[in-house]
């Protein structure tokens, strides 16, 4: 199993650019989110997926949209990218969703923005 | 007030040392605590988490949890080289939204 796995690895985008992070899982987990992490901030939730066909809001959502896909992929799309959404975007599921209080989040190896 | 706060540090021990690394969380309605281990460039990857006050031992690991006290430790036994990376909180929250902390940077030194 590759478990969460996310493209690109790193990106260069100058200011109004458009691009879309992708972010694929195979452990057949109902729940992914979306998280920036940026220094002295930790991870902070962007959007969120609790199962196929829905997506909700997190802390910080402005200058973002979702897309599920399907049950497999959770798709981030910066439409008109500006500096301060440089950062280190981080992908992660999990099994049981929103219900379960021990449900544990599994990361992807991130994608490193800058936006110039 | 951060909803998880966490000694930035560095924390530095040396090698076989106890290390000691430290969470306070705001929302008193929290159900469950996570630790994750962050190395340099890479992902957070799960150590443990703790629901139940008291201690839990994984190996050379044991979290505790004080909810009384809103407050999460980890323990890091016989400390080693590789353990040196930085270590994230997260809280579950009462309305089951994930908080994680700034994260404790800790070096062991040989």
């Known amino acids: 199993n590759a478990g969460v796995t996310q493209t690109p690895k790193f990106q260069v985008l100058k200011t109004g650019q458009s691009m879309t992070l992708q972010c694929a899982q195979d452990?057949?987990?109902?729940?992914m989110y979306w998280y920036r992490q940026d220094p002295g901030m930790g991870l902070r939730l962007i959007y969120y997926s609790a199962s196929e066909g829905t997506t909700d809001k997190g802390e910080v959502p402005n200058g973002y949209n979702v897309s599920r896909l399907n049950k497999r992929e959770f798709s981030l799309r910066l439409e008109s990218a500006a500096p301060s959404q440089t950062s280190v975007y981080f992908c992660a599921s999990s099994e049981a969703g929103q219900g379960g209080h021990t449900d544990t989040q599994y990361f992807g190896p991130g994608t490193r923005l800058t936006v110039l | 007030q951060k909803e998880v706060e966490q000694n930035s540090g560095p924390l530095s021990v040396p090698e076989g040392a106890i290390a000691s690394l430290n969470c306070t969380y705001s929302d008193r309605g929290s159900q469950s605590f996570f630790w994750y281990r962050q190395y340099s460039g890479k992902s957070p990857e799960l150590i443990m988490f703790?629901?139940?006050?008291g201690d839990k031992e994984d190996g050379r690991f044991t979290a505790q949890l004080n909810k009384a006290s809103q407050y999460v430790s980890l323990l890091i036994r016989d400390s080693q080289p590789s353990d040196s990376a930085t270590y994230l909180c997260?809280?579950?929250?009462?309305?089951?939204?994930?908080?994680f902390g700034a994260g404790t940077r800790l070096t062991v030194k040989p």
């Open positions: 997260a809280v579950r929250q009462d309305n089951n939204d994930m908080r």
């Open positions: 452990m057949n987990h109902n729940s």
């Open positions: 703790i629901y139940s006050n």
